[in-house]
């Protein structure tokens, strides 16, 4: 499972990552960076440019489930440049705590631990790398 997510403090140091659960446990030897390049206040812009530079990448495994993190909009941006790998969006409340999960609901229900894992160390992992930009250059 490759959880993405996007963070930027308003519009500046606006990065992408994407992590990685196996069999239930995270894998950070997998973890990716992303600096975004193009639109820098964007959330689907950026999720666009994440899922389509890291599918450049040939080399890297394909995943069997890719969470985004969001709502309709993330969901079908990531379905329009992803094919034949089931997606699924994890939608948030106010305080940021995964509400429901936009999907095929069996395979929500068969991986639903993995997919909240993915998609909360996403948020962290995001959040993480986004405030050590802001810190380095400000």
Known sequence: IEAYDVSHFGGK???????????????????????????????????????????????????????????????NTAKSIIKNISIVSVVKDNTHKPNHIIGDTDLIRKYLKSILLANSEAHRFAIAYQRSLRERFH
Request: aromatic residues 4%; charged residues 35%.
């Open 13 to 75: 140091e606006v990065v992408g990552v994407v992590t990685v659960v196996e069999n239930g446990e995270i894998n950070k030897s997998e973890y990716r960076k992303f600096k975004i390049k193009v639109d820098k206040n964007d959330d689907t812009g950026g999720l666009k440019e994440i899922l389509s530079r890291r599918l450049n990448h040939k080399e890297w495994r394909k995943p069997d489930i890719v969470v985004v993190d969001g709502g309709l909009a993330q969901i």
